[in-house]
């Protein structure tokens, strides 16, 4: 690809970006959100058309005009969301769209056959007749990849690929990536997680506002070198956990609590749990192992069908979000567009979303208009919120501001106990790092926080103890000084270790 | 042609892309009637001049303004967080039938005891109406379309069978000739509605209401606890339910105002102008149905749906008037719906931008095959 430019309206996203990928290599694309690696990979796989500069295959220009060209032209995205039909079986999904497809189905049988046997190829295990709402993310994952392969991918794009995955599910992917590679195709990872940069590319392509920064190869270069390149200054990686006087007192405790999930199956079964005052609890696990129905459970927008929510020893009622708000829950849940804050409403607005019945925010039913303004600039300056002003519709806020709008809403309300659920999901290195400090100092600050985050090394970085969940269960809580990677990663797959 | 979602609206846009839209409507409309081989700017000047200028022409064009401006304002309230009630003809039937229930029975009492009563019957029995579907999509997620649409029609044939169908309160059985053509009680004198002369116009007291109803609407929203709810709810039902908003009780309040809404039309329907509970004449004129396009072209705005009751309440007053052999009876219909059409059609472009490719591509396909 070279000089690549695209420019959207109000963002140049990409700025003149030339970028390679030889034969059999893992070339990683390295940047932070907004950085343009998701838009240089869209234009990759003619997703959208670049405003000017070329894209050639082995030395010939081609221009794309759909997916679909690039998909004839060899080149596959496997985005971060799975496109996949869930009530298809898995090799309708790999024969879906595709252009070989006939009009009507045909055998499943010759399918089934050549989808098992280009599994068996790259050692990724799955059934061909499952249906693809039955499996892991993990299974879905390949399904992706082999729908890739069946179309004759020789370049593959995989965008954050090991994001929803566990760390033994992660390596079973770079060790397919590996034989992939040694057929000669060619891997485009983009990510920013660095230590599986290093362990998987070959090279590194390092994009920063747009602009290339540089390219270089992996084996001479070091995870401080990237971060650096990335975002152009120092990172402090280890944050410093201040030794907090453990307080005796318990802010959150959990008894038998159980829950069902939107379906009405069971997601919850009898979970146990304490926070004390000033204590980061982990709760780590694979995604979709209760860890909504448990943040849900607790903030009061799902009903428990059995156990105790206590806080400050006042139970909680169940199914009643304004009771956990009173009673000093804060709650920064996963979904922060959708549901920490109402998208089209404004900042000032979002950040009274909760106080807003409460003086002096309203009084006797009717908004203050001058308070809510005041309250919206000052936390916008406290919090360095950076936003064109108070009435801003939220949803035009980058992530890692609306997680900012979310945390100084709940922080601001001097909660005793704070579920976050992945709070820095999607963010980048920066908003990462000032989401975490701003938790550390709220524990600091005495406040007990169940940290539930699919994120293994955000949980090992932050929490005091950490609490595994599989299958709606606490499968085992251990001390962060004692805890093992590999055992950790074993209890998280349901391993009985 | 590319087509891209927009992130922010400028509000200019918001203004512009209506009033475009109602040019636009009018050009389309002039091709129809030149086809028809009549003089366009001829046909608009004399719709402008009956609708608006000609003597009494505007105190008409308010009367038919009306109803279009509480039902309007009924389902902008509903729809202002996306809680879709089309069924506000059925509320205004209802209405109607509340205030000309309490009419009847105050008709001994003073004017102002006789018309607070027929307003708080018109209120009431429109909110009971809606606070039905209501409670169906609060407690068990029906579709309020569809519920709405249905009771309009049950709405409709008690209408008819309390004139019709029995020998009810509403019926007049006084006289031998009402016995055998089966028509409402006339309301005494003193259930009149006040009309209100500003000189250059007379207003209809159901039109004061109206304007008083989309001041209070307007800062409902904007400024009250429960309007900022119902804007959440409206933008994101799992926000509201974080944010500890009961959201069950939101949704049947909403729906009860803008069923009070409309049924207030169904009160100044029988207060301003009929004075008597007349199920044919209600079913006819299809006044709840006319609201939601209202309400639509004024984008939710209750002040904008003052001016658009009052547009469309003129073209429709003009087409009464000028209907006759050399005027195209069917024009203010054609009109109406050509102004619906680029309204709708205009939306595309507040939501969407359109761009067009500024040089003509080569639609080669990729000439790469090998890696």
């Known amino acids: 690809m070279r000089s690549i430019t695209k420019r959207f309206p109000g963002v140049l996203a990409n700025d003149a970006v030339d970028f390679e990928a030889r034969h059999g290599e893992v070339h990683a694309l390295l940047g932070e959100n907004g950085a343009g690696k998701s838009t240089l990979a869209s234009i990759l796989t003619g997703l959208y058309r670049p405003d000017s500069g070329e894209i050639a295959i082995d030395g010939k220009t081609v221009e794309f005009h759909s997916p679909r060209d690039a998909t004839e032209a060899g080149v596959s995205m496997v985005h971060q969301h799975f496109r996949l039909a869930a009530s298809l079986t898995v090799a309708d999904n790999i024969v879906l769209g595709y252009k070989g497809t006939p009009w009507l189905r045909t055998n499943p049988a010759t399918i089934e056959a050549q989808v098992t046997e280009l599994a068996k190829r790259y050692r990724m295990p799955v059934r061909p007749d499952a249906r693809v709402w039955q499996l892991s993310v993990g299974e879905q994952q390949r399904v992706e990849i082999l729908k890739a392969l069946y179309r004759g991918a020789r370049i593959l794009i995989l965008d954050e690929p090991t994001s929803l995955l566990t760390p033994q599910e992660s390596e079973d992917l770079f060790e397919t990536l590996r034989r992939m590679t040694a057929e000669g195709r060619t891997i485009v990872f983009v990510s920013h997680k660095l230590d599986e940069l290093m362990a998987v590319s070959d090279r590194v392509t390092v994009l920063r506002a747009g602009k290339l920064i540089g390219t270089v190869n992996t084996p001479d270069t070091d995870q401080r070198a990237l971060a650096r390149m990335m975002i152009g200054r120092e990172v402090v990686f280890t944050q410093a956990k201040k030794s907090h006087d453990a307080s005796p007192e318990t802010a959150l405790e959990l008894k038998d609590v159980s829950a069902q999930d939107d379906l009405g199956l069971q997601a919850l079964h009898n979970v146990s749990l304490s926070v004390q005052h000033g204590e980061i609890v982990g709760v780590a696990g694979v995604a979709g192992n209760g860890q909504r129905q448990l943040a849900e459970a607790i903030s009061g927008t799902r009903h428990r069908t059995a156990g105790d929510v206590v806080v400050k020893k006042r139970k909680l009622r169940s199914g009643d979000p304004e009771d956990a708000i009173v009673h000093g829950v804060a709650h920064v849940p996963e979904d922060r567009l959708g549901t920490g804050v109402s998208p089209s409403l404004s900042i000032a607005e979002n950040l009274i979303l909760k106080s807003h019945r409460q003086s002096p925010m309203s009084s006797r039913g009717v908004l203050r208009h001058d308070r809510i303004r005041r309250n919206a600039r000052e936390l916008i300056k406290r919090f360095a919120i950076a936003a064109p002003g108070p009435d801003t519709p939220t949803r035009l806020l980058s992530g890692g501001n609306v997680q900012k709008v979310v945390l100084a809403r709940e922080l601001s309300s001097v909660p005793v106990v704070i579920v976050a659920a992945n709070p820095t999901r999607g963010l980048d290195v920066g908003a990462t790092e000032s989401v975490r400090s701003l938790l550390l100092e709220a524990a600091g600050n005495g406040v007990g926080i169940l940290l539930i985050s699919e994120d293994l090394d955000e949980i090992l970085l932050l929490a005091d103890r950490i609490a595994v969940i599989y299958e709606g269960r606490i499968v085992g809580v251990v001390a962060r000084s004692t805890a093992d990677v590999q055992q950790l990663g074993l209890m998280m797959a349901g391993a009985s270790a | ?371």
Request: charged share 10%.
């Open chain 2, 1 to 371: 042609m590319r087509i891209q979602r927009r992130l922010e609206t400028p509000r200019w846009l918001v203004v512009a892309v209506p009033v475009a839209s109602f040019v636009a409507a009018i050009a389309a409309t002039a091709i129809v009637l030149l086809a028809a081989g009549k003089d366009p700017i001829a046909t608009y000047a004399r719709l402008f001049d009956r609708a608006f200028i000609a003597p009494g022409s505007l105190s008409n064009t308010m009367i038919t303004a009306t109803p279009l401006l509480l039902t309007g304002l009924a389902a902008a309230a509903a729809f202002r967080m996306r809680l879709w009630n089309i069924g506000a003809e059925g509320q205004l039937y209802l209405g109607a039938v509340g205030a000309s229930g309490a009419g009847l029975v105050l008709r001994d009492q003073s004017a102002i005891v006789i018309i607070a009563g027929m307003i708080a019957g018109g209120l009431l029995f429109g909110a009971a109406w809606a606070v039905i579907p209501g409670l169906l999509r609060a407690y068990f997620n029906t579709n309020e379309i569809i519920t709405t649409l249905m009771l309009n029609y049950v709405a409709g044939l008690v209408l008819t069978y309390l004139i019709f169908g029995s020998r009810s309160f509403w019926r007049d059985l006084s006289t031998f000739s009402a016995r055998a053509f089966p028509q409402g009680k006339p309301l005494p004198a003193a259930a009149m509605w006040p009309t209100f002369d500003l000189s250059v116009v007379v207003l209809p007291f159901g039109f004061v209401l109206g304007l008083l109803a989309a001041a209070l609407l307007w800062s409902l929203y904007r400024s009250t606890i429960f309007g900022f709810q119902a804007r959440v709810l409206g933008d994101s039902p799992p926000a509201a339910r974080y944010a500890g908003v009961k959201t069950r009780r939101v949704v049947v309040a909403m729906m009860a105002l803008s069923g009070a809404l409309a049924g207030l039309g169904g009160a100044s329907e029988i207060g301003d102008f009929r004075h008597v509970l007349d199920p044919r004449g209600l079913q006819q004129a299809g006044l709840g149905y006319a609201g939601i396009v209202v309400a639509a072209l004024a984008r939710y705005n209750p002040f904008a749906v003052v001016l658009v009751a009052v547009l469309l309440g003129g073209l429709a007053n003009a087409g009464y008037s000028l209907q006759g052999p050399e005027f195209p009876a069917g024009l203010v219909g054609v009109l109406q719906g050509m102004i619906l059409f680029f309204a709708l059609g205009g939306e595309l472009l507040i939501h969407y931008r359109i761009s067009l490719p500024r040089a003509p591509r080569s639609s080669l396909s990729p000439s790469g095959k090998g890696a």
